[in-house]
Protein backbone atom coordinates (compact mmCIF):
# COMPACT_ATOMS: atom_id res chain seq x y z
CA UNK A 1 0.00 0.00 0.00
CA UNK A 2 1.00 3.48 -0.91
CA UNK A 3 2.16 5.78 1.90
CA UNK A 4 4.25 8.92 2.25
CA UNK A 5 5.56 10.35 5.14
CA UNK A 6 6.72 14.00 6.13
CA UNK A 7 9.47 14.80 7.75
CA UNK A 8 8.78 17.06 10.75
CA UNK A 9 5.56 18.28 12.03
CA UNK A 10 6.31 21.44 12.31
CA UNK A 11 9.48 24.08 10.72
CA UNK A 12 9.90 27.55 11.72
CA UNK A 13 12.32 29.58 9.60
CA UNK A 14 13.13 33.38 9.17
CA UNK A 15 11.54 35.93 6.82
CA UNK A 16 14.18 35.68 3.78
CA UNK A 17 15.35 32.11 5.03
CA UNK A 18 15.01 29.18 2.70
CA UNK A 19 11.78 26.64 3.00
CA UNK A 20 12.69 23.06 3.20
CA UNK A 21 9.47 20.71 3.87
CA UNK A 22 10.76 16.99 3.11
CA UNK A 23 8.41 14.37 2.00
CA UNK A 24 9.09 10.22 1.25
CA UNK A 25 6.45 7.95 -0.52
CA UNK A 26 6.51 4.63 -0.40
CA UNK A 27 5.66 2.72 -3.14
CA UNK A 28 6.37 -0.14 -5.20
CA UNK A 29 5.60 1.85 -8.61
CA UNK A 30 6.53 5.92 -8.77
CA UNK A 31 3.00 7.54 -8.11
CA UNK A 32 2.39 11.10 -9.15
CA UNK A 33 3.28 13.11 -6.28
CA UNK A 34 1.58 16.82 -5.31
CA UNK A 35 2.12 19.53 -3.25
CA UNK A 36 -0.70 21.50 -1.33
CA UNK A 37 -1.34 23.99 0.96
CA UNK A 38 -4.09 24.64 3.47
CA UNK A 39 -4.12 28.56 4.97
CA UNK A 40 -6.46 28.48 8.31
CA UNK A 41 -9.90 27.81 7.84
CA UNK A 42 -9.55 26.91 4.12
CA UNK A 43 -9.70 24.43 2.23
CA UNK A 44 -6.45 22.78 0.34
CA UNK A 45 -4.65 25.05 -2.52
CA UNK A 46 -2.57 23.09 -5.07
CA UNK A 47 1.02 24.10 -5.26
CA UNK A 48 2.62 21.73 -7.85
CA UNK A 49 2.44 18.55 -8.87
CA UNK A 50 4.52 15.34 -10.86
CA UNK A 51 3.54 13.66 -13.46
CA UNK A 52 5.96 12.44 -15.74
CA UNK A 53 8.96 14.60 -17.57
CA UNK A 54 11.06 17.21 -15.98
CA UNK A 55 12.03 15.67 -12.21
CA UNK A 56 11.96 19.79 -11.43
CA UNK A 57 8.73 20.77 -10.55
CA UNK A 58 7.78 24.42 -10.73
CA UNK A 59 4.98 25.89 -9.10
CA UNK A 60 3.14 28.77 -7.67
CA UNK A 61 4.08 31.51 -5.01
CA UNK A 62 8.06 30.51 -6.01
CA UNK A 63 7.72 26.89 -4.76
CA UNK A 64 9.34 24.08 -6.37
CA UNK A 65 10.29 20.13 -5.94
CA UNK A 66 12.04 17.95 -7.19
CA UNK A 67 11.29 14.00 -7.65
CA UNK A 68 14.09 12.13 -6.78
CA UNK A 69 13.23 8.21 -7.90
CA UNK A 70 16.41 6.94 -6.34
CA UNK A 71 15.62 8.87 -2.93
CA UNK A 72 11.98 8.11 -3.16
CA UNK A 73 11.55 11.72 -1.89
CA UNK A 74 9.63 15.05 -3.72
CA UNK A 75 10.79 17.84 -1.42
CA UNK A 76 9.61 21.55 -1.62
CA UNK A 77 11.42 24.01 -1.75
CA UNK A 78 11.27 28.06 -1.77
CA UNK A 79 14.60 29.88 -1.87
CA UNK A 80 13.25 33.16 0.46
CA UNK A 81 10.05 32.84 2.86
CA UNK A 82 7.74 35.50 3.60
CA UNK A 83 5.31 36.01 6.05
CA UNK A 84 3.04 35.50 4.19
CA UNK A 85 3.59 31.57 3.47
CA UNK A 86 2.85 30.57 6.71
CA UNK A 87 0.55 27.80 6.47
CA UNK A 88 0.44 23.83 6.30
CA UNK A 89 1.90 21.81 3.80
CA UNK A 90 0.71 18.88 2.92
CA UNK A 91 2.37 16.36 0.06
CA UNK A 92 0.38 13.53 -1.29
CA UNK A 93 0.73 10.68 -3.79
CA UNK A 94 -2.01 8.83 -6.22
CA UNK A 95 -1.51 5.61 -8.03
CA UNK A 96 -0.66 5.85 -11.55
CA UNK A 97 -2.74 2.59 -12.56
CA UNK A 98 -5.72 4.35 -10.87
CA UNK A 99 -7.84 7.19 -13.07
CA UNK A 100 -9.64 8.22 -10.10
CA UNK A 101 -9.12 10.83 -7.42
CA UNK A 102 -7.71 9.12 -4.76
CA UNK A 103 -5.01 11.42 -2.76
CA UNK A 104 -2.92 9.75 -0.10
CA UNK A 105 -2.18 12.63 2.43
CA UNK A 106 1.21 12.58 4.76
CA UNK A 107 0.26 14.47 8.42
CA UNK A 108 1.22 17.72 7.26
CA UNK A 109 3.97 20.27 8.10
CA UNK A 110 3.12 23.44 9.58
CA UNK A 111 5.30 26.00 8.53
CA UNK A 112 6.29 29.22 10.61
CA UNK A 113 8.03 32.23 9.89
CA UNK A 114 9.62 34.39 11.49
CA UNK A 115 9.90 38.36 10.91
CA UNK B 1 -15.37 29.62 -13.11
CA UNK B 2 -16.96 29.25 -9.81
CA UNK B 3 -15.00 27.00 -7.07
CA UNK B 4 -16.17 23.89 -5.31
CA UNK B 5 -18.56 25.13 -2.70
CA UNK B 6 -19.92 22.86 0.21
CA UNK B 7 -22.74 23.37 2.36
CA UNK B 8 -23.39 23.82 5.33
CA UNK B 9 -19.62 25.08 6.02
CA UNK B 10 -20.60 24.14 9.87
CA UNK B 11 -22.46 21.86 11.76
CA UNK B 12 -23.36 20.68 15.62
CA UNK B 13 -24.88 17.47 16.10
CA UNK B 14 -25.15 14.62 18.86
CA UNK B 15 -24.59 11.15 19.31
CA UNK B 16 -26.82 8.75 17.64
CA UNK B 17 -27.68 11.45 14.63
CA UNK B 18 -27.16 11.21 11.07
CA UNK B 19 -26.24 14.13 9.12
CA UNK B 20 -26.21 14.96 4.81
CA UNK B 21 -23.05 17.35 3.39
CA UNK B 22 -23.15 18.73 0.30
CA UNK B 23 -20.62 19.72 -2.50
CA UNK B 24 -21.02 21.38 -5.72
CA UNK B 25 -18.21 21.05 -7.91
CA UNK B 26 -16.43 22.97 -9.85
CA UNK B 27 -19.06 23.26 -13.85
CA UNK B 28 -17.74 20.68 -16.35
CA UNK B 29 -16.22 18.24 -13.15
CA UNK B 30 -17.30 14.94 -13.32
CA UNK B 31 -15.25 13.68 -10.10
CA UNK B 32 -15.77 14.35 -6.90
CA UNK B 33 -13.77 13.22 -4.23
CA UNK B 34 -14.57 13.25 0.04
CA UNK B 35 -11.73 13.42 2.85
CA UNK B 36 -11.92 13.61 6.76
CA UNK B 37 -9.59 15.78 8.05
CA UNK B 38 -8.78 15.21 11.98
CA UNK B 39 -6.36 16.41 13.92
CA UNK B 40 -4.82 12.79 14.80
CA UNK B 41 -5.60 11.04 11.93
CA UNK B 42 -4.91 13.50 9.27
CA UNK B 43 -6.22 13.60 5.88
CA UNK B 44 -7.86 10.50 4.82
CA UNK B 45 -9.60 9.25 1.86
CA UNK B 46 -13.75 8.45 2.01
CA UNK B 47 -14.57 7.86 -1.38
CA UNK B 48 -15.03 9.35 -5.25
CA UNK B 49 -17.77 9.31 -7.50
CA UNK B 50 -17.35 10.12 -11.15
CA UNK B 51 -20.45 10.31 -13.20
CA UNK B 52 -22.89 9.14 -10.66
CA UNK B 53 -20.87 5.91 -9.88
CA UNK B 54 -18.67 5.06 -6.55
CA UNK B 55 -15.26 4.71 -8.43
CA UNK B 56 -12.89 4.52 -5.24
CA UNK B 57 -13.44 4.22 -1.49
CA UNK B 58 -11.44 3.78 1.24
CA UNK B 59 -11.11 2.61 4.53
CA UNK B 60 -14.39 4.00 6.73
CA UNK B 61 -17.13 1.70 8.04
CA UNK B 62 -20.45 1.51 5.77
CA UNK B 63 -22.39 4.61 7.93
CA UNK B 64 -20.32 6.48 5.19
CA UNK B 65 -21.70 6.68 2.66
CA UNK B 66 -22.03 9.08 -0.01
CA UNK B 67 -24.06 9.38 -3.49
CA UNK B 68 -23.77 11.80 -7.17
CA UNK B 69 -26.38 13.26 -8.92
CA UNK B 70 -26.13 14.00 -12.90
CA UNK B 71 -25.50 17.23 -12.29
CA UNK B 72 -22.26 15.91 -10.75
CA UNK B 73 -23.36 17.48 -7.10
CA UNK B 74 -22.39 15.16 -4.66
CA UNK B 75 -23.76 14.59 -1.14
CA UNK B 76 -22.39 12.28 1.93
CA UNK B 77 -24.05 11.04 4.09
CA UNK B 78 -23.18 10.03 8.39
CA UNK B 79 -25.52 7.66 9.82
CA UNK B 80 -25.23 6.75 14.00
CA UNK B 81 -23.05 9.82 14.30
CA UNK B 82 -19.85 9.07 16.94
CA UNK B 83 -17.61 11.25 18.47
CA UNK B 84 -15.28 10.86 16.61
CA UNK B 85 -16.87 11.38 13.81
CA UNK B 86 -16.11 15.31 14.23
CA UNK B 87 -13.85 16.33 11.97
CA UNK B 88 -13.25 19.00 8.87
CA UNK B 89 -14.87 17.30 5.55
CA UNK B 90 -13.67 18.60 2.51
CA UNK B 91 -14.94 17.49 -1.34
CA UNK B 92 -12.95 17.92 -4.58
CA UNK B 93 -13.39 17.86 -7.99
CA UNK B 94 -11.87 17.15 -11.07
CA UNK B 95 -12.36 16.57 -14.15
CA UNK B 96 -11.58 12.61 -13.49
CA UNK B 97 -10.57 11.36 -16.76
CA UNK B 98 -6.58 10.99 -16.07
CA UNK B 99 -5.25 10.37 -12.42
CA UNK B 100 -2.61 13.25 -13.14
CA UNK B 101 -6.00 15.74 -12.80
CA UNK B 102 -6.07 18.74 -10.78
CA UNK B 103 -8.34 18.35 -7.51
CA UNK B 104 -9.70 21.37 -6.26
CA UNK B 105 -11.19 21.53 -2.93
CA UNK B 106 -13.56 23.37 -1.61
CA UNK B 107 -13.42 24.97 1.87
CA UNK B 108 -14.88 22.12 3.72
CA UNK B 109 -17.34 21.66 6.30
CA UNK B 110 -16.97 21.60 10.02
CA UNK B 111 -18.86 18.56 11.63
CA UNK B 112 -18.93 19.09 16.05
CA UNK B 113 -20.57 15.50 17.03
CA UNK B 114 -21.36 16.17 21.04
Known amino acids: AQSVTQLGSHVSVSEGALVLLRCNYS??????LFWYVQYPNQGLQLLLK??????LVKGINGFEAEFKKSETSFHLTKPSAHMSDAAEYFC?????????????FGQGTELSVKP | KAGVTQTPRYLIKTRGQQVTLSCSPI?????VSWYQQTPGQGLQFLFE???????NKGNFPGRFSGRQFSNSRSEMNVSTLELGDSALYLC?????????????FGPGTRLTVL
Open chain 2, 92 to 104: ASSAGVLGTDTQY
Open chain 2, 49 to 55: YFSETQR
Open chain 1, 50 to 55: YTTGAT
Open chain 2, 27 to 31: SGHRS
Open chain 1, 27 to 32: SSVPPY
Open chain 1, 92 to 104: AVSDRYNQGGKLI
